[in-house]
């Protein structure tokens, strides 16, 4: 299974890094991921496999709110099939 992270908000040091550990740390492994700074403004979407999280999928979404708290950034999680019906033409 298949999630869509992404992360907005005003660039600083370590929010890639803290993601990116906080994921590994959960057994959730990075597929694809892309991010661009504009404006001094960070932006990042990646694709994640969530068949085997450490936690279940609502408390990796809550955690995530929690880091983007921290990180003055705003970090949300979905499944990839939902993502995909939201974003359909």
Known sequence: MKG???VLGKDKVG???????????QNVNILDI????????????MIVDITAPAKSFEALIEDLQKLGAELGVEI?????????TMHRI
């Open 4 to 6: 869509i992270i992404t």
């Open 34 to 45: 892309s991010q661009t700074i504009i404006q001094g403004y960070f932006n990042m979407m």
């Open 76 to 84: 949300k999680l979905q499944h990839e099939d939902i993502f995909n």
């Open 15 to 25: 929010i890639i890094a803290k993601v990116c550990t906080y994921l590994a740390e």
